[in-house]
């Protein structure tokens, strides 16, 4: 049974920071990419950044330079750090898994993100 699992999030202050993580688990398939989406109320889920099996890194323009994204070094967790974080960041934050010759993707459950004085 595939397992996709985030944490780290919460109630945050602007301009803190915080690191959110994802595990991925139950596949007997290796993972091909890990990526963190978000999706805030009333907003279409849009991609954050995403690590591919190779390294290679994408990420979204709205969140370029305040959020980084690595990886364990066994592959099956990812991070994301978030830096100066603003009231607009408020969202759930997904974790999606793609494995090696799975036609599906993952989903977990999201962590919610909420920045607020």
């Known amino acids: 049974q595939v397992q996709v699992v985030e944490s780290g999030g919460g109630l945050v202050q602007p301009g803190g920071s915080l690191t959110l993580s994802c595990t991925a688990s139950?596949?007997?398939?290796?993972?091909?990419?890990m990526a963190w989406y978000r999706q805030a109320p009333g907003k279409p889920r849009e991609l954050v950044a995403a690590?591919?099996?190779?390294?290679?890194?994408d990420s979204g323009d709205s969140v370029k330079g305040r959020f980084t994204i690595s990886r364990n070094g066994t592959r099956n967790t990812i991070y994301l750090q978030i830096y100066q974080l603003k009231p607009e960041d408020t969202a759930v934050y997904y974790c999606n898994v793609d494995f090696v010759d799975d036609p599906y993707d993952y989903w977990g459950q999201g962590t919610q993100v909420i920045v607020s004085s």
């Open positions: 690590m591919r099996s190779s390294g290679l890194i």
């Open positions: 139950g596949s007997p398939w290796g993972i091909d990419a």
